[in-house]
């Protein structure tokens, strides 16, 4: 089974930037889509951002043009480079990744344990 442990999180200042990095360790698997979620308190946890393995990236609007996702299949890692952060990014941010397990040749999902971010204005 793949575990995902995420890094990087913390407090900034609005319009400062933060690396967050996603860890995925386990025996015999593959990475093929990488994600990272946020979940503000009280509201529904939603995707930022998702990268298939060396596919095309695709954000949420809100964070268009100020989030990069970005992965590397032989490390098994995946970070989010946030820059321009504004208060309303203020969430536990999650990484999820969809992965072949090359024992039994499954398809399967893990999800991290998240990361903090706040923002203040």
């Known amino acids: 089974q793949v575990q995902l442990v995420e890094s990087g999180g913390g407090s900034v200042q609005a319009g400062g930037s933060l690396r967050l990095s996603c860890a995925a360790s386990g025996r015999s698997f593959r990475l093929t889509a990488m994600r990272w979620y946020r979940q503000a308190p009280g509201k529904q946890r939603e995707l930022v951002a998702s990268m298939p393995t060396g596919g095309t990236a695709n954000y949420a609007d809100s964070v268009k043009g100020r989030f990069t996702i970005s992965g590397d299949n032989a490390e098994k890692t995946v970070n989010l480079q946030m820059t321009e952060l504004k208060p309303e990014d203020t969430a536990n941010y999650y990484c999820?990744?969809?992965?072949?397990?090359?024992?039994?040749?499954?398809?399967?999902?893990?999800w991290g344990q998240g990361t903090l971010v706040t923002v203040s204005s």
């Open positions: 999820n990744a969809d992965y072949r397990d090359l024992l039994w040749g499954r398809q399967l999902n893990a």
